[in-house]
């Protein structure tokens, strides 16, 4: 029956199914992730001692721990956070651990104790309607879980559990566990949801992931097809579009670093699994080898181990996760660059399977070579051509970093964030993004979801670093016309001077152009690093420019009067995030050089350094504002404000200087060393002069379409000046 | 003359001086608190490497550097953390390390470095008048610095700069240095501001030790006596006079921990110099020891390596500081404690004196043992009976302590605090104190001294976690009035339950008394440390009375309803810190039990349940009303407020519990475990029910006067127990 109904389905996509109509001849257990192979080798290095071992022992120590306590398998009641979610959580990482004890010991006691809890479940889980919490309406609720999405991640952790006990059980355990449990939570993750299982989105992927492994674990190699092509086989869903799709040409992830981080879990735990049973279909250089880019960008996407926090983030998140931990350990396992040691090491996580014995060893022997993060423009869109994300880093002076966002809206967790840009320092975010609303899993928060005020204000272009017109998000808030529209990368380049990019939208606003270059510059002599931002808006009316900047850290002084409100402070609007935003104070500023200083928490001074060429009202806020349940962190942050203006250019340099510490009692270079800044264009030729520590400095940027390959001079103050490729500082 | 001079003055003061009448007949240099025979064994200590090498090598690469430059000695200009402050502090620094390294090394070239820099503020002290910057109608103007205390910190360092290269000098080169500049400097700190020499604080401390170690290098003896009894040799001011009062019995400083810890330094310097030179006058056994009970009372008074940050304190100053790293030195060098080795490991900074190559070779033998850190009551004021600074801890289930403050005013530094109380908890403070409002040496905020929202927010009552009556702070915020109305400790214990103390102040206000007791109970079973507070508020007539508390973390939810302020935000009130409150939400409580739950920033839960008998209203409130320039933190807080009250008790319990880890996505006991609080008094026996986690504990407590030593018995329930001592715990 099965093997007619899938021949009779003459599609191309199923060129690969004559090879594996039927996976149990081949009857290997276990054979996802960890293969037979693999344990032959963990066993060996288990006993060599070293950092494998000791990762064992100290997993071994923790769940023989929760073996002596009582097997809890609870009827479904509690949402993300609460009892029964966390404990369901808990059950399928100790069900998958303890079956990879048992593999590496071969103590029927960890099999014994996977089994129960199988058993456990095979009982309840006929039992179950959908989950008393899940959403009204909902798509996708689960029964074990709230939502299906958790449901699926059990069943990929769950159905490995099962491949590495399933030798210890009878035929009899087998088909209980089978009938009861598994293949009915992957029919109910498939059949049961085709919204979610065929959707080209990360929930998509881990039911794929859960139900293409069970697939090959119960022989329904039906179900591997359907994971890979979608319910219909038709290839336009399922996990094979998914990397055709949810990854840029060179890895980036459209959601953005923290869901790419989340996402690869089930891509990189599928993937080994494929690779494990059908090595024909060479899954990782499916696409050039996505897989193995997207791990790395991931990497790429970080800045002193946490995530770039764009879009929908939990800003704690970094390369320290589990998920990169097996991203990592999984690159390492197939190319042998030793520069992933060097994460590895920081991640000082060693996984229990045949890759994680390949890291430990090289660990141990101190293989390890310097990870080099890089400047890099990660194309964004299937096809690389919707903008871009861009990272600029440079070491030169100390540890600076600007992350760009000229990129695409990334779906529903993305932002209205157009050509929004972040700096970092010494280790800090120093210009800020507010990454997501969301008390992960504390009940008391909305559940531990996502908070009403995740779309009221942490979506909302005001919550970024980047022009709002007319107190109005980006594509008025609309997520479908955000993913139709995606900025343009204009330019991109990286050279001895630093690091560069240009990039536009037209379409954020009905008749405004919005265009942005920002560089990351090394400045000779005096030893610093400077970002240097020029924001472009032009248009054929009159509107309300604001460009925020939210920063970390407590306001020393400007560099104009304020007028702050005292005894009351209003909310600064009403809709669009700006119901969220207190104003503390305003000054008004015209052609003159307004500086802006903040101390960190670190101790460190920044400041903001703005040419205002007409005139704009600087407006120092605090969120917190129409926020009844304290659901918002009160961070601080200033907007400048152009009124009725047709055009205008934002021009700033934000410098990094000096050192607070009250402890040792010193403080140093309190005030910028910035005294002057000009900027001039000359057909398409930006000039910028910057005064600083009294060193007067010469920045060229080569703005026209087809400069960036040849060599171009121009002249300034009568002198004649050569200047290769988009950008160059000279000492004047 | 001199000696005719001194005998003629015939005081019982002068007994030691006739051992002392001059100094050179002992010739020997250096003998402050380095001696020709530390010399010897430091320069033995650096050729047998370890520790104290290493930090000989670093100090002198550091040196090495500096002598590369040009030496600066400008004009005194600038006000604290300008640059001629900073350079003036950095010369000192110089100098005195130069001069160690000149002793260690016997290198020419130090001694000729700081013989240099010597000449140059010779040729420059004798044109300068009072520094620009001085405070106008200072009494203490500096000349190099725009305060004396700053001086005197120069002439601390530099006469001992002078001394280890006094041999290295020619008679002319000693003539100028002395006539020039150290005798000049010796007098204007003297004679020169008597009111500052003579008075018992710190910088009279500073002013003495200075003064009086220069006596001791250029034989003036009668500076030593000064130094030591005051100008007039009365023994109403002076060194001793210092000791004699501003420590109580235990070493408790009245300024409190962070003033304690700058005070230390001139007491340990010049009481090492006093030794060295004149050790018939067995300074160290002073007052019973009270010098090294002062340094140990300093760690005592740390947590986590943080000071406890009442009065005017700067938040980040802990044990590490240099004047704590030169008491702990000094204290092992005395005592051969290998305790204070364990703190020296944490200070990790080995200093370049004899006492230093002691603790280095102990610390590279391994001789170290733990620090007790202990639960005391640190009696306060001179006598030891103007209340106490109590500290209680728990290491039963993780790091707990409660610091309370039953203790005196602590002159013109000391806060309008009285009964106030922190909490700390897994390493971080909980409930917190604000300190200082300050940003030391910040130019840009009010020249880096103490801002004026000091005076109008920081040291008023409400900006603490005690009692405030009708919006005015204690003693109507008069340092004076303050000074002379100490709380009383009624008792404290500490046993096998935990910690108690019972303090009352019935001068605060006019016809107000407030008592308060506060407790740090481990509960058995169920593993947890709680804090226990019975504030009791008693008058003949009606006020408003309110009780803050200031929480560092985020609001999680609060057991009652709120109204919030969403569009505009109030100030709280017009004066006595409450200016500068803003009022983000209320709610009115009444015959329940009322939690308010936080987050801190560690990811760890925090629970506040009041057990409210007669109706209240909780005030959520934010700082930053009242502050045009950003000086203060924007830090949160609630008031629990009763109107028209003459009498009312406030009770509620502490319950740290969970735990959030969104990077690992874990969220676990994020509600409070308490579930029922009930307390009743019978014939002063305090009877407190508390049910968490399911069981339930009585707490009693004896707060008869004459209870502490006998065992008694109460009955509760129908059922009889016995009371050892101030209280215990039961389980019911």
């Known amino acids: 029956m099965k093997k007619l109904a899938i021949i009779s389905c003459a599609t191309a996509v199923l060129l690969f199914a004559a090879s594996s109509l ?26 060599e001692g070293g950092r494998f071992s000791n990762a064992y022992h100290a997993l071994k120590a923790n769940i023989d721990f929760y073996m002596t306590q009582p097997n809890v398998v609870p009827v479904p009641k509690d949402g993300g956070g609460g009892y029964t979610h966390e404990r369901h959580k808990k059950n399928y990482q100790l069900m998958y651990n303890a079956g990879v004890l048992y593999q590496i010991s071969q103590n029927e006691a960890y099999a014994n104790y996977v089994k129960d809890l199988l058993l ?47 030798t210890a059980l009878s035929d009899g355990e087998r088909a209980t566990i089978e009938n009861k449990l598994l293949k009915p939570v992957a029919l109910f993750l498939s059949e049961g949801q085709p919204s979610t299982f065929n959707k080209v989105h990360n929930h998509g992927t ?11 674990v119960m022989d329904e190699p039906e179900w591997v097809e359907k994971a890979l092509y979608d319910l219909e086989k038709s290839g336009k869903g399922g996990f094979l579009r998914q990397l055709d799709t949810l990854f840029s040409p060179q890895g980036y ?34 696409r050039d080898g996505v897989l193995l880019k997207a791990i790395d960008t991931t990497i790429q996407l970080s800045y002193n181990g946490l995530f770039f926090p764009i879009n929908d983030a939990i800003k704690s998140k970094g390369v320290d996760t589990i998920e990169l931990v097996y991203g990592v350990t999984v690159a390492y396992g197939r190319t042998g660059d030793t520069a992933y040691l060097d994460i590895a090491d920081k991640q000082d996580h060693i996984v229990l399977t045949g890759d994680g014995v390949k890291v430990a060893k090289a660990l141990d022997d101190g293989l390890t070579t310097p990870y080099k993060f890089r400047s890099v423009a990660f194309g964004d869109g299937k096809d690389g051509d919707e903008g871009a994300l861009v990272v600029m880093r440079s070491e030169t002076n100390g540890d600076s970093a600007v992350l ?19 700096f970092y320092d010494a280790g800090e975010e120093i210009v800020s993004d507010y990454g997501a609303a969301r008390f992960l899993n504390v009940e008391a928060k909305f559940g531990g979801r996502y908070l009403p005020e995740n779309n009221s204000y942490a979506k909302q272009t005001v919550a970024h670093n980047t022009v709002v017109v007319d107190e109005k998000s980006h594509f008025d808030g ?119 200083t903040w101390l960190n ?3 460190h001074f920044y400041s903001q350094l703005s040419l205002v060429t007409s005139p704009e009202t600087f407006l ?106 988009r950008f160059a500082v000279y000492e004047l």
Do not use: C
């Not at 881990?206 to 090959?216: F, K």
């Open 22 to 47: 039927s996976f149990q001849s081949q009857a290997a257990h276990p054979n996802l992730v960890i293969t037979e192979r693999d344990v032959v080798d963990m066993r060996a290095a288990v006993k």
């Open 120 to 166: 456990d479940y095979a009982a309840l889980y006929p039992t179950l309607d959908v989950h008393p919490k899940r959403k009204v309406k909902s798509q996708n609720p689960g029964k074990l879980f709230w939502q299906s999405l958790n449901e699926a991640v059990w069943l990929v952790n769950t159905i490995q559990a099962y491949d590495l006990v399933y």
């Open 206 to 216: 881990w039911a794929t992931a859960g139900v293409g492994m069970a697939g090959y």
């Open 253 to 286: 992830y459209n959601e953005g670093p923290y869901y790419q981080r989340y996402a690869l879990m089930p891509f990189v735990t599928f993937a080994k699994a494929i690779e494990n049973n059908q090595p024909e279909r060479d899954v990782f250089d499916y």
């Open 404 to 422: 760009f966002k000229p990129a695409a809206q990334g779906l529903g967790h993305g932002h209205f964030d157009k050509l929004t840009w972040q």
């Open 478 to 596: 609309n997520v479908k016309i955000g993913n139709r529209n995606a900025p343009t990368l204009n330019f991109f380049e990286t050279n001895a001077f630093g690091t560069i990019a240009n990039g536009e939208i037209e379409t954020a606003y009905d008749d405004v152009s919005l265009e942005r270059t920002l560089a990351l510059i090394d400045l000779p002599k005096i030893d610093k690093t400077v970002a240097l931002d020029i924001f472009d808006v032009t248009s054929s009316s009159n509107h309300q420019l604001d460009l925020p900047l939210h920063y970390k850290g407590h306001l020393i002084d400007t560099s104009f009067p304020m007028t702050a409100n005292t005894s009351s402070l209003p909310a600064l609007g009403k809709d669009n995030g700006y119901q969220h935003l207190w104003l503390k104070a305003q000054g008004t500023v015209e052609d003159t050089l307004s500086r802006v």
């Open 601 to 603: 928490e670190n101790g």
């Open 620 to 725: 120092f806020t605090q969120l917190g504002a129409g926020d009844p349940n304290f659901n918002l962190r009160n961070e601080n942050g200033f907007i400048r404000r152009v009124e009725g203006a047709s055009s205008h250019q934002f021009v700033s340099v934000l410098e990094p200087h000096g050192s607070y510490n009250p402890s040792k009692e010193f403080t140093l270079n309190a005030s910028s060393s910035i005294t002057a800044l000009s900027m001039d264009e000359e057909s398409g030729i930006v000039l910028v002069t910057l005064t600083a520590a009294e060193h007067t400095f010469l920045i060229a940027i080569d703005k026209r379409s087809a400069a960036a390959d040849e060599s171009n001079s121009f002249t300034f103050n009568n002198t004649s000046y050569s200047l290769d490729g």
